[in-house]
């Protein structure tokens, strides 16, 4: 039996202290033990970005990083993207430009967008698609996707 | 998943003591984009994963006139996001800004790509041709391997029980030093080479004082190629490249598998030699 250990961290700005198996993903830390089910599992091996969350100003793949390493980190998802009852611009502009259907790799792509435009207000297409590579989706076909960071980003 | 431990090494030794408890049951974390993957799917079964990204070394990105090192827990992305790391070593930006995407360069760096030890690990064959030293720290102390001896089977290296990569160094290039890598891909990015190749050539006029080609997923290792040696001492003409390129295509060992063919693959070979050495010959006038 592997003891739990004990992480304390910043989510969303907020402190959390909780105890985690030392070999469960951040993925299912968030989903499971701390009840935030917006960061959704795809492929569960890095390929898809639909678990992507933001760790350290760095946006990475919750599947390829272990809760016990968030100890002293700060983590933010996208149940923190916008105030509770709002939008951020780019949901809205999700919503108005159709940019998704089944919806389960949306979370990770509003994440990894948001990222980018918090880095760089004013990305070209190209920029917009390359940055986005490592989120998949196999509804939209992209293009709305694509559309809907482009009118924030104007 | 076979349940393990996780332990976060804040020195060389710790990381050292914490590994050789438990021997081969035991696998230092850096990125984890392949360490976790490897764990869940129940390829290592593991007692322990040792956390060797807050170590001051493992971390260590230090350009001087003499010598670049990069520690090896650093990720791709402060490669090339330094500005003066990314202009000093366009080549292994190259290589830094195509593994994975954007998540995994926030996590993943050059040092667990070669300790990852795949035949397709774009930056391998990159730090091969800038004449990397790995420092790999065990129980025994502290050795020094050459790059092109690290990987000795496709997931397999020198890096014995208890042991870790802490950095690599490399000559920092001078005056008439140009490097590049290229792989050929179905997809732009995220996705895994077919073949791939690294050039880098040190130029003294239109003299090739001295030069390295690499082979990425033609064989089952990266592949240290003769065309180098074949360059040096020759004129940077096109013919000499093209010929180059053909001796790197004979070099390649490929198999066939759901990526390409042998036939495929070596032919590749033939054609990414030859314009990364161009690349690299271009790179290397324009550092002058």
């Not at chain 1, 592997?2 to 198996?21: I, M, Q, S, W, Y």
């Not at chain 2, 021997?23 to 230092?28: L, S």
Request: some cysteine; proline content about 5%; charged content about 20%.
């Amino acid at each position: 039996m592997v003891e739990k250990v004990r992480v304390r961290a910043t989510l969303n700005g907020e402190p959390v202290d909780f105890l985690v198996a030392p070999y469960v993903s951040l993925l299912d830390t968030l989903r499971d033990e701390l009840g935030l089910t917006g960061t959704k599992e795809g492929c569960n091996d890095g390929n898809c970005g639909a678990c992507t969350v933001n760790l350290d100003g760095r946006v990475v793949d919750s599947c390829c990083v272990l809760g016990a390493e968030i100890d002293g980190s700060t983590v933010e998802t996208i149940e923190g993207m916008a105030e509770p009852g709002q939008l951020h611009p780019l949901q809205q502009s999700f919503l108005e430009e159709a940019a998704l259907q089944c919806g389960i790799c949306t979370p990770g792509f509003l994440m990894s967008a948001k990222a980018l435009l918090d880095k760089e207000p004013h990305p070209s297409e190209e920029r917009i698609r390359f940055w986005l590579a490592g989120n998949l989706c196999r509804c939209t076909g992209y293009d709305k996707i694509v559309k809907a960071v482009q009118k924030v980003a104007k | 998943m076979h349940p393990f431990k996780y332990v976060r090494a804040t020195s060389v030794d710790e990381a050292i003591a914490a590994l050789a408890k438990h021997g081969e049951r035991a696998r230092p974390l850096a990125g984890g984009t392949d360490a976790l993957i490897m764990a869940r799917a129940g390829r290592w079964e593991l007692d322990a994963l040792v956390d060797i990204k807050h170590i001051p070394e493992t971390n260590i990105l230090e350009l001087g006139s003499s010598e670049f090192r990069l520690g090896a827990a650093v990720p791709c992305y402060r490669v090339y996001e330094d500005e003066q790391i990314s202009a000093v070593f366009p080549g292994l930006v190259d290589s830094a800004s195509i593994i994975g995407g954007i998540q995994i360069q926030s996590r993943a760096g050059l040092g667990g790509n070669l300790c990852n030890a795949s035949p397709s690990g774009d930056g391998i064959c990159s730090l091969i041709v800038h004449n990397t030293t790995c420092v790999i720290a065990g129980p025994g102390g502290t050795r020094e391997v050459a790059v092109e001896d690290f990987c000795t089977g496709p997931g397999r290296s020198v890096i014995g029980d208890g042991e870790f990569l802490v950095e690599m160094k490399m000559p920092t290039p001078q005056k008439g030093f140009g490097a590049a890598y290229q792989r050929f891909t179905p997809r732009n990015e995220m996705d895994i080479a077919v073949a791939g190749v690294a050039s880098s050539v040190q130029l003294d006029g239109d003299t090739i004082v001295s030069a390295r080609v690499a082979l990425s997923a033609v064989g089952p290792t990266p592949i240290l190629s003769s065309a180098g040696d074949q360059l040096a001492g020759k004129e940077a003409t096109a013919e000499n490249i093209s010929a180059a390129a053909q001796t790197a295509s004979g070099d390649a060992s490929p198999i066939t598998d759901m990526r390409g063919t042998a036939e495929q693959r070596t032919h590749l070979v033939g054609v990414l030699a030859r314009r990364t050495l161009e690349r690299a010959v271009e790179r290397a006038r324009e550092n002058n």
